[in-house]
């Protein structure tokens, strides 16, 4: 299992401070990729892929604080049951 992030196209002068102290490997989109816009992706969604980098599901971290323990295990046996 690999976890990265992806930052909006128009968003680019956040990517400094986002990484910074982080190790989350993390990627700009581009306008000729548009990555958000293929997978139908909002602000803080988790999109997650399965072994063949097919979408599973979609897990939004604003819908689902991840400060609520509930939360917090549901999204982690999502990613557990995708690396399968």
């Known amino acids: 299992m690999r976890l990265l992030g992806v930052n909006a196209v128009g968003q ?3 990517n400094q401070l ?11 989109d581009t306008q000729a990729q548009d990555v958000w816009t ?8 988790v999109v997650i892929l399965g072994p063949d980098n097919v979408r599973v599901t979609v897990f939004n971290l604003t819908t689902h604080d991840l400060s609520d323990t509930t939360h917090y295990y549901a999204l982690k046996r999502l990613l557990l049951a995708a690396a399968k």
């Not at 293929?38 to 969604?45: C, L, N, P």
């Open 12 to 14: 680019e002068s956040a």
């Open 18 to 28: 986002m990484c910074q102290g982080r190790v989350l490997p993390w990627l700009q």
């Open 38 to 45: 293929s997978w139908g992706a909002t602000w803080r969604d």
